[in-house]
C-alpha cells in the first residue's frame, strides 16, 4: 500500500489527496480485518471455528461498500471509486461464496486425499482472488494519483506485506501437507481395517502406504527449504521414515497375530466339538500347537503394537509442531 504526503483534518475534500485518502481508509480496514480472518483460518483455526468472523466482515465489507458508492465523483470521473467498489464488491463475493464453499469442504476434507487436495485448491483459488483485486486496485491508486498529482510514498504496510508474502508461504505448506496428509490417510485406513480384523483390507492398504511413504520421501529430495527453513521437510520424513519401517517390519508382525488369533479360534472350536474319549492325539497337538503360537503372538503384538503407538505418536507430535513453528515464522498470526 502507500502511505499519503497529504494530511487529513476534516471529511471535506479540499483536494484529490483527502477524497483518495477517505476512500482508501475504507478499503485499508477491509483489508486488515479480512487479512486477521485469513490469518486465523491458516493458524489451524479453520474456516468452521471463525465463521462468525466470517460473517462479521462480510457485513463490515457490505457496509463499507455502500459507504464507496454513495461517494461522489472527483474532479467529474468515478472511475478510483468505482474500482475500489469493485475490490469491496469481490471481497463480499468472494466471502460469501468461496469460503462458504470451504467451511463446507473443511467438514468433509479429512475423509479422502481427493477431498483435501480440492479443499486446500479451494483455498488457493479463493486467496489468489483477493490477491488480484489488491494489485488491481493498487494500480488503480498509482493511476488515480498520477492524474492528479498527488505524491505517494511507496511504502508497504504491514499488511500489504503479510499478504504478499503468505501466498508462497501457503503454496510451500500445501504441497507438503498434501504428501504428509496422502501416507497419513492410508495409514488410518490400514489401522481400521485391523481394528476391524479385515486382514485383506489391512494388507491392501499396508502396501499402498509404504508405497506413498517411499514416493513421499522421493520427493521430498527434491523439494528445497523454505527461505533457509527446512522444519518441515525435516519432519515429514520422519513420518514418512516410520510409516515406511511400520508397513515394511512392524505390521506383518500386527497381521501374524490375527493369522494366529484366527487359527486358534478354529483349532479350539473343532476340538471343543469332539468328545473328550474320541480326541486322537493329532487332534490334541494341533491344537496344543494353535495355543502356543497363539500365546506366542500375543507377546509379539503387545510389544510391537506398543512400539507403534509410542513411534506415531511422535511422529505426528513432530510434524504438528514443526507446522505450527512454520507458520508461526512466516505468517505471524497476531492481528495486523
Given at each position: 500500500?502507500?502511505?499519503?504526503?497529504?494530511?487529513?483534518?476534516?471529511?471535506?475534500?479540499?483536494?484529490?489527496?483527502?477524497?483518495?485518502?477517505?476512500i482508501?481508509?475504507?478499503?485499508?480496514?477491509?483489508?486488515?480485518?479480512?487479512?486477521?480472518?485469513?490469518?486465523?483460518?491458516?493458524?489451524?483455526?479453520?474456516?468452521?471455528?471463525?465463521?462468525?468472523?466470517?460473517?462479521?466482515?462480510?457485513?463490515?465489507?457490505?457496509?463499507?461498500?455502500?459507504?464507496?458508492?454513495?461517494?461522489?465523483?472527483?474532479?467529474?470521473s468515478?472511475?478510483?471509486?468505482?474500482?475500489?467498489?469493485?475490490?469491496?464488491?469481490?471481497?463480499?463475493?468472494?466471502?460469501?461464496?468461496?469460503?462458504?464453499k470451504?467451511?463446507?469442504?473443511?467438514?468433509?476434507?479429512?475423509?479422502?486425499?481427493?477431498?483435501?487436495?480440492a479443499?486446500?485448491?479451494?483455498?488457493?483459488?479463493?486467496?489468489?482472488?483477493?490477491?488480484?483485486?489488491?494489485?488491481?486496485?493498487?494500480?488503480?491508486?498509482?493511476?488515480?494519483a498520477?492524474?492528479?498529482?498527488?505524491?505517494?510514498?511507496?511504502n508497504?504496510?504491514?499488511?500489504?506485506?503479510?499478504?504478499?508474502?503468505?501466498?508462497?508461504v501457503?503454496?510451500?505448506?500445501?504441497?507438503?501437507?498434501?504428501?504428509?496428509?496422502?501416507?497419513?490417510?492410508?495409514?488410518?485406513?490400514?489401522?481400521?481395517?485391523?481394528?476391524?480384523?479385515?486382514?485383506?483390507?489391512?494388507?491392501?492398504?499396508?502396501?499402498?502406504?509404504?508405497?506413498?511413504?517411499g514416493?513421499?520421501?522421493?520427493?521430498?529430495?527434491?523439494?528445497?527449504?523454505?527461505?533457509?527453513?527446512?522444519?518441515?521437510?525435516?519432519?515429514?520424513?520422519?513420518?514418512?521414515?516410520?510409516?515406511?519401517?511400520?508397513?515394511?517390519?512392524?505390521?506383518?508382525?500386527?497381521?501374524?497375530?490375527?493369522?494366529?488369533?484366527?487359527?486358534?479360534?478354529?483349532?479350539?472350536?473343532?476340538?471343543?466339538?469332539?468328545?473328550?474319549?474320541?480326541?486322537?492325539?493329532?487332534?490334541?497337538?494341533?491344537?496344543?500347537?494353535?495355543?502356543?503360537?497363539?500365546?506366542?503372538?500375543?507377546?509379539?503384538?503387545?510389544?510391537?503394537?506398543?512400539?507403534?503407538?509410542?513411534?506415531?505418536?511422535?511422529?505426528?507430535?513432530?510434524?504438528?509442531?514443526?507446522?505450527?513453528?512454520?507458520?508461526?515464522?512466516?505468517?505471524?498470526?497476531?492481528?495486523?
Amino acid at each position: 500500500m502507500f502511505a499519503f504526503q497529504n494530511q487529513i483534518k476534516a471529511q471535506t475534500f479540499n483536494n484529490a489527496g483527502e477524497y483518495m485518502q477517505y476512500i482508501s481508509n475504507e478499503h485499508n480496514k477491509i483489508k486488515k480485518d479480512l487479512w486477521n480472518y485469513l490469518a486465523a483460518v491458516a493458524h489451524g483455526k479453520g474456516a468452521r471455528k471463525v465463521e462468525t468472523k466470517r460473517q462479521e466482515l462480510i457485513s463490515t465489507t457490505e457496509a463499507s461498500l455502500k459507504k464507496v458508492n454513495k461517494m461522489s465523483a472527483w474532479d467529474q470521473s468515478t472511475e478510483y471509486r468505482d474500482s475500489v467498489a469493485s475490490y469491496l464488491e469481490l471481497c463480499t463475493i468472494v466471502l460469501k461464496e468461496d469460503f462458504a464453499k470451504i467451511v463446507d469442504m473443511e467438514d468433509i476434507a479429512e475423509q479422502s486425499y481427493d477431498a483435501m487436495e480440492a479443499y486446500l485448491m479451494a483455498k488457493e483459488v479463493a486467496n489468489n482472488k483477493l490477491e488480484d483485486a489488491g494489485d488491481r486496485l493498487q494500480a488503480a491508486q498509482r493511476k488515480f494519483a498520477d492524474e492528479n498529482g498527488i505524491n505517494l510514498i511507496e511504502n508497504q504496510d504491514k499488511i500489504d506485506q503479510k499478504i504478499e508474502k503468505s501466498g508462497p508461504v501457503f503454496d510451500y505448506y500445501n504441497q507438503l501437507y498434501l504428501i504428509f496428509f496422502k501416507t497419513y490417510k492410508q495409514e488410518m485406513f490400514m489401522m481400521e481395517a485391523i481394528n476391524g480384523s479385515d486382514i485383506a483390507a489391512a494388507e491392501q492398504n499396508k502396501n499402498a502406504m509404504i508405497q506413498f511413504s517411499g514416493e513421499g520421501l522421493t520427493r521430498l529430495d527434491t523439494i528445497k527449504a523454505f527461505k533457509s527453513d527446512i522444519t518441515l521437510v525435516t519432519a515429514l520424513k520422519k513420518y514418512l521414515t516410520f510409516t515406511q519401517k511400520e508397513g515394511n517390519e512392524k505390521i506383518p508382525i500386527i497381521l501374524d497375530f490375527y493369522l494366529k488369533k484366527e487359527n486358534f479360534e478354529k483349532q479350539k472350536a473343532a476340538i471343543d466339538a469332539i468328545p473328550k474319549n474320541k480326541r486322537t492325539q493329532e487332534d490334541v497337538d494341533n491344537f496344543n500347537e494353535a495355543v502356543t503360537e497363539y500365546n506366542a503372538a500375543i507377546a509379539d503384538y503387545n510389544k510391537v503394537n506398543e512400539e507403534l503407538n509410542t513411534g506415531r505418536s511422535k511422529a505426528l507430535e513432530t510434524w504438528n509442531n514443526a507446522v505450527q513453528t512454520f507458520l508461526d515464522r512466516h505468517i505471524p498470526s497476531k492481528k495486523g
